[in-house]
């Protein structure tokens, strides 16, 4: 009897193994800190960003309130400086519009290159600082 070979792991925009992303709040469309997706991820919850006051009142104000906890989803409200798996074509939203937030691209999924190209997400690439307080705006 055989068993089945494990999955591959899922890779960064870098090729390397997907690093996570956030657990505190514990992000990710499946909510295990990484932005892994897969086929019932419609919103391709593919790019680590380290939110701003600007991206989170942006998202808020292209209908995706990032700020306001919803419990039911297991969504705690974001605060400038988390963390946390966002949608690609929303991000992409934000840099159109100049207001998009810290991408950090060794826990941002590959999948999310079909949607924004590696040259963007590398001019908002950030090694998440110790601190994140400095990150409001």
Not at 10 to 20: C, D, K, M, Q, S
Not at 64 to 90: E, I, K, Q
Not at 122 to 136: E, F
Request: a negative charge.
């Amino acid at each position: 009897m055989t068993t089945a070979p494990a999955p591959m792991p899922e890779r960064n925009v870098l090729g390397e193994t997907l690093e996570p992303c956030g657990t505190d709040p514990m992000t990710g469309f499946f909510r295990d800190g990484c932005c892994s997706t897969g086929p019932e991820d419609l919103g391709s919850h593919t790019i680590c960003a380290v939110v701003t006051a600007e991206f989170l009142e942006h998202q808020r104000s292209i209908g995706n309130d990032l700020s306001t906890p919803m419990p039911a989803y297991r969504f705690p409200g974001l605060v400038p400086g988390d963390r946390w798996c966002v949608t690609a074509r929303n991000w992409l939203q934000a840099h159109i519009d100049g207001a998009a937030a810290f991408v950090v691209l060794a826990s941002t999924n590959e999948k999310v290159l079909e949607i924004v190209p590696l040259e963007i997400l590398k001019m908002h690439a950030v090694d998440v600082p110790d601190h994140p307080g400095g990150l409001a705006g």
